[in-house]
């Protein structure tokens, strides 16, 4: 029995020191998950630091807790442009904030109808007596539209600043794919649907050239005169036009050049730039390290103003990223994520809608889904405003068709109204290699798609009647949203892409106007008065875990480094190299990838590159019409 009772001793020992450690790993996850968590009891008076890390966003993606860490690395930071600009507006009357510091040491970018609302947003700052000012190792484009807005732009010693204006190149694969022996059978509408020329081209179409000239030149017409307009000393016509010629005059002194060219304002390491916003704003009475200064971070800061939540409700859902089919999202347009969305949202009393677009567009399954939930809000008479963000176009374009108004930018990319599928086949591949196919069909669609004995006349003309079918569909709904001829939309469609200011000229969009506008338009429309209607961001959910997963997979040191796109010529250099890699993979994706009838903007620049576009993303479902059909034929 005395051994019987010591075994006993023992066990509850054993178990009272689990249920001692788990409680203590609660506790410890408690505490971290709080600190994690954006504290407005650490907003104190002196400067609001705005830390751009990564890029500039619509809307934020979703952090995948157990790939992250297993990955050990956290995807690239993002910052709401909403945000931004909400923090700046209440930093131009708060009494703590002294001034603003926007530190763009690892800052990635964004697509320039946000970085003109971040710039606004910084005219307002300094409208109200107080100093904005800018850091960086270097000043891209994308950072000089906004360095253009700053009291001081201060840069480091050993950094750059250049502006190269929007453009670049695509990459075409028709030739590899000829050596390969590989097929890209091209389905599409639209003499400038330039999505599918990688794959059938080795290089731009005439249409497809002159199309997106015009689109590139209004940008950057747009860009020059917002840039100089906030910052006249700026020489930009001696920075773009020969910048050998203007390097060269400062002995190669980079740094040297941009100050001469009226670029930045002072030259001087993160503790000089420290020292002269200490000068400004006060000194950090908790840590004085060279650098430092008294300063609330942007989310306690956020955290801090809290939510305004008074007067009638208007519902705002946001279409951001590429259109897939099914759930995925937020970051990336899932479609049937974004109709339940709306459709849980209908019987929440919602005095009017707001559809917020920033998408290439994507999947017309998809598309025609989110169309289809929105109308649903217009057959209840809830009046809906559609707001376009950098890109609208596409799919981005369709699902603004059922909408009563559409607000656009000038600097809005918007219209590609079009469609295509890409689908490769292998006969040729097959052949080389000595694999051949033959057999009986008792049609001429038996057994097709056949991707290795290749696709059969019928079917090819099945696939191309189903594209035009879609391209007719897409011409109806911007034609009776828009209320305008058949035939007059087919001559601004074709795949062409227009800017906003253009589009507005052709009606396809009604109003200058950002989601403030919008906003305030449906508000008027519900009947409702300033002041008393607030909005409400469909599906936005706090940040749970999401800083705490961040912290414990990389440390900021290795954040910053991986991060850093900007210094001296040769690390921006390295860093086009390294997104090549990426680029390459997403053109694979689109050509072999599963996917249905696209309604996709390959030429729309999103971010912080011009040349580039967004990422491609992959569906949790294939039911576009293609991929339905297939399967069907194919059995």
């Known amino acids: 029995m005395n051994f019987v009772g010591k075994v006993w001793k023992v066990l509850v020992g054993i178990k009272d020191g689990l249920v001692l450690l788990f409680m203590l790993l609660f ?18 008076d002196g400067a609001l630091l705005i830390d751009l890390q990564g890029v500039v966003v619509e809307e934020k993606t979703v952090l995948d807790p157990i790939e992250a860490l297993l990955a050990r690395s956290a995807p690239v930071g993002e910052t709401r442009a909403r945000d931004i600009v909400r923090a700046l507006d209440a930093a131009a009357t708060d009494d703590r904030i002294k001034a603003v510091v926007i530190d763009m040491t690892t800052f990635l970018g964004g697509g320039q109808v946000h970085l003109k609302d971040i710039a606004e947003a910084m005219d307002r700052v300094r409208s109200a007596k107080k100093p904005v000012l800018t850091y960086a190792l270097g000043y891209p ?47 599409r509408v639209g003499a400038y649907k330039s999505a599918v020329e990688p794959y059938t081209r080795a290089d ?15 940008l950057w017409e747009e860009y020059k005169a917002n840039v100089t307009k906030a910052r006249p000393k700026l020489q930009l016509a001696r920075v773009t036009g020969d910048p050998v010629a203007w390097i060269a005059s400062s002995g190669g002194d980079m740094a040297k050049a941009a100050l001469d060219a009226g670029m930045v304002d002072k030259l001087g390491d993160r503790a000089q730039f420290g020292a002269r916003v200490a000068e400004i704003a006060g000194e950090d009475p908790w840590d004085n390290t060279p650098g430092n200064f008294a300063a609330s971070e942007l989310a306690p800061y956020l955290a801090d103003l809290g939510q305004i939540r008074q007067g009638k409700a208007i519902g705002v859902v946001t279409i951001a990223g590429e259109i897939v089919d099914g759930e995925a999202g937020p970051g990336v347009a899932g479609g049937t994520r974004i109709a339940d969305l709306l459709d849980e949202a209908l019987d929440d009393d919602l005095a009017a809608l707001v559809v917020r677009v920033d998408s290439p567009g994507g999947s017309v399954t998809a598309s025609e889904e989110v169309r289809r939930a929105i109308q649903r809000y217009r057959d209840r008479k809830i009046p809906v405003a559609v707001s376009f963000a950098n890109v609208a176009a596409s799919g981005g374009y369709w699902v603004a068709t059922s909408s009563d108004r559409i607000f656009a930018e000038p600097d809005t990319i918007t219209g590609s109204i079009g469609v295509f599928a890409v689908i490769p086949t292998f006969e040729d591949a097959a052949a080389r290699l000595g694999v051949t196919s033959d057999g009986y069909r008792t049609t001429e669609l038996s057994g097709q798609p056949d991707f290795l004995g290749g696709f059969t006349p019928a079917m090819d003309a099945l696939l191309q009647n189903s594209i035009g079918g879609t391209y007719t569909k897409f011409l109806g709904r911007v034609s009776a949203s828009r209320r305008m001829p058949v035939e007059r939309v087919d001559r601004i469609a074709q795949g062409q892409v227009w800017d906003g200011g253009t589009a507005r000229q052709i009606g396809l969009v009604d109003e200058f106007g950002g989601l403030t506008e919008a906003l305030g338009w449906a508000a008027a429309k519900a009947g409702t008065k300033d002041g008393e209607w607030h909005p409400v961001f469909l599906g936005e959910k706090e940040d ?20 850093a796109p900007n210094g001296d010529v040769f690390a921006m250099v390295a860093q086009r190299s390294d997104n090549l890699g990426a680029r390459i993979t997403r053109d694979a994706e689109r050509l072999l990838g599963t996917r249905g009838i696209q309604a996709f903007c390959i030429n729309c620049p999103v971010g912080s590159d011009p040349a580039s576009v967004a990422r491609p993303a992959r569906s949790e479902r294939s039911e576009g019409m293609l991929a339905l059909l297939a399967w069907l034929v194919g059995g």
């Open 27 to 44: 506790f410890v996850g408690l505490f971290a998950v709080l600190s994690a968590r954006p504290n407005p009891g650490q907003v104190r």
């Open 204 to 218: 731009m179409s005439d249409e497809a050239r002159a199309n997106i000239g015009g689109l590139y030149g209004a």
């Open 141 to 187: 484009d994308d950072h000089m539209l906004l360095a253009a807005h700053a009291s001081e732009v201060w840069l480091d010693p050993q950094g750059m600043a250049v502006i190269a204006g929007p453009g670049g190149t695509n990459l075409y694969y028709a030739g590899l794919l000829e050596k390969l022996s590989v097929k890209a059978r091209v389905y």
């Open 544 to 563: 749970n875990y999401d800083s705490l997963i961040r912290q414990l997979v990389t440390s900021e040191g290795a954040e910053r480094a991986a991060a």
